[in-house]
């Protein structure tokens, strides 16, 4: 029973985690259609700002807030750059044009910050870990679970009550419609870039306090689960987003324990399988949306 | 009277056909000749040698990705296939034990030549093509493309733990260095008349015809999956014979050789050259090897007019962004588009100007599509 329990809380640890990442990208997916590579460049962006405060001696206390304000500033300026001038291209288009925005930030990273990892230091309580009913439970975890379940919370809060929720609401569903009414998708997308932003700042610093160091290539990973858990929730759904991040969490922890010890190293291989599996049996994804954007 | 035209329809009947095809195999024997001349020079074997194989990477991936519109990231997992298979099956007997001494027996006993390593590079990557295209042939658009991502990253982890098969992470060594010039351009100038027949073939025409209308094509009893999956399992062949050639260049590689990197270079080469067409992958190849290795050289030092120029490492990946950029952003359908170099007789009147339209080419291909009428709508 304990063991389950513990799974259980591993599996909701690495899912928020995920399901954080897809909330993020599908937002900005859902204004105009991008699915972002660079997004997990934010994440590293993000931690290589703890790195610098933390360093710098920065409270802690901080450093978290300047964060995910520093990754909010860059996502809108990602946003606006790269990203404005295609409002309109296909999904391929801009999918392709993220990955050229992708190599370019990157390459600024190297430049900035070298290839070699940079320790992140975190506060000593978020290491330790809670010993509770025969559970050991890392507090790191529970700040996971917790960050995870505070962002969802004001993100539905932010999107059905306030105007700027309505408006992102808007602009999603009916663009045209939406424009007529006075709208603007300037703005709107500025809003989806802002609160994307905003939580890939909170995934950053859960991700690189869990990993340790950040290396100018760290995006990689993050951004694949991103990928991975909206499509296995559903394009351009924000509850689609969420389900196939606990989902895609779910499936790696199961994996973990169900597979033989000669297997666990093809675990990622599995992973993926298991998940083009579920899209053959449903092409929309968990939530069941489009399978094509339009 | 022949003569040579740019255009993205061919003419119709046979000799339209005959026609278009020539005129693809031309475009590749022209590049030939090129590559013959600078292969003359000795410092310019090596980018003419690579070239060559970029250009059969990239029209087997334009084989698929111009036909269905679906932008492919899975490609570089079939040149790694194409690599590792063809590439175990060219290691001499006598190596293969120093090598892999865990390889299944019958495997340790073979050793082929050149040409069938190819042969079993291309027919290793089909296999997987056809294994893993039933099911992802049924996604479309964005959600196609991050499946086939998955794709890569499944075989780039299996061939990382395969230990036995594939020595794992570290490189596989001692592959013999068979590929030549002609081995090279005869490769070339082989899939380049495939490809071309496959366009303009009633498959290639299904294919299409699914891309630009799915709902029309399959109320006219055209199998999406099915006209997906040829085109899919072709290219993958195509580009797996890529991976084996380029096996046989390197003879040393790993399974990060064929990873993000190289994803980047088949996007930038196809994105540059026009996804639609094979006179653009040829292009695209030429424009972004030549890119490339400038840059590399800049990377490791380079003195231009007395001036010492040293770029820090990884500079050529981020030019490529801003190429990828600039080219989405202002050319959207690259810098040939669906065009395609073809052979057009004195044709008879009917045929001009105004051809029957026997296949919907003029229609705009799946990237860049709207990214023109957007902006003009946007203002």
Known sequence: MTAFVQHVLDALSVGSTYALLALGLTLVFSVMNLINFAYGLLLVWGGYGACVLVDAGVPFALVVPLCILFVTVLSMAMGRVAFRPFIGAPPITLLITSFGVLLIVQYIAILVFGEKPRVLDVPGFLTGVVTTGGLRIPVLQLVTIASGALVVAAFYALLNRTAFGAQLRAAAELPQTARLMGIRPDRVLMIAFAVSGAIAGVVGLLWFAKVGAVTPRSDLEPTLKAFIAIVLGGLGRISGAMLGGLALGAIEVAMNIVLPAGAITYAQAIVFAVVITLLVLRPGGLSGARTEAT | ?379
Request: glycine share 12%; net charge neutral; hydrophobic share 55%.
């Open chain 2, 1 to 379: 009277m022949l003569r040579l035209a740019l255009r993205a329809d061919r003419l119709p009947g046979p000799a339209g056909r005959l026609g278009a095809t020539a005129g693809a195999v031309l475009a590749a024997g022209a590049v030939t000749l090129l590559g013959a001349l600078l292969f003359l020079a000795p410092t310019m074997r090596e980018i003419v040698l690579l070239f060559g194989i970029n250009a059969v990477m990239v029209v087997g991936f334009q084989l698929f990705v111009g036909n269905t519109g679906i932008v492919s990231f899975g490609h570089v997992a079939f040149m790694a296939v194409g690599a590792y298979a063809g590439g175990i099956a060219a290691i001499p007997v006598l190596d293969k034990e120093l090598v892999l001494p865990d390889l299944p027996g019958p495997l340790a006993s073979v050793e082929v030549g050149f040409v069938p390593a190819l042969l079993i590079g291309g027919a290793a990557a089909a296999l997987v093509a056809l294994v893993t295209g039933p099911a992802l042939m049924r996604l479309s658009g964005a959600a196609a493309s991050i499946a086939t991502l998955g794709l890569l990253i499944i075989v780039t982890n299996v061939l990382a733990q395969a230990t036995p098969l594939t020595r794992g992470p570290q490189s596989l060594f001692g592959v013999p260095e068979n590929t030549t010039f002609t081995g090279v351009y005869a490769t070339l100038v082989a899939t380049v008349a495939v490809s071309a027949l496959f366009k303009w073939s009633g498959a290639g025409l299904r294919a299409r015809a699914v891309r630009d209308q799915p709902m029309a094509a399959e109320s006219a009893g055209v199998s999406v999956l099915r006209s997906r999956l040829w085109a899919f399992a072709l290219s993958a062949f195509v580009t797996g014979v890529a991976g084996a050639l380029y096996a046989q260049l390197l003879t040393a590689f790993s399974p990060a050789s064929f990873y993000i990197a190289q994803l980047v270079l088949v996007i930038a080469m196809a994105i540059v050259g026009g996804i639609g067409g094979i006179s653009g992958a040829l292009l695209g190849a030429a424009v972004i090897t030549v890119l490339n290795e400038l840059l590399r050289r800049v990377e490791s030092g380079m003195s231009v007019a007395g001036t010492e120029i040293h770029a820090p490492t990884g500079i050529s990946s981020a030019v490529l962004g801003v190429a990828l950029i600039v080219m989405l952003r202002w050319r959207p359908h690259g810098l040939l588009g669906s065009a395609e170099l073809q052979f057009e007789g004195s044709a008879p009147a009917r045929a001009e100007p105004e051809a029957p339209r026997t296949v919907p080419e003029d229609s705009p291909e799946a990237v860049g599509r709207t990214a023109g009428a957007a902006r003009a709508d946007d203002g």
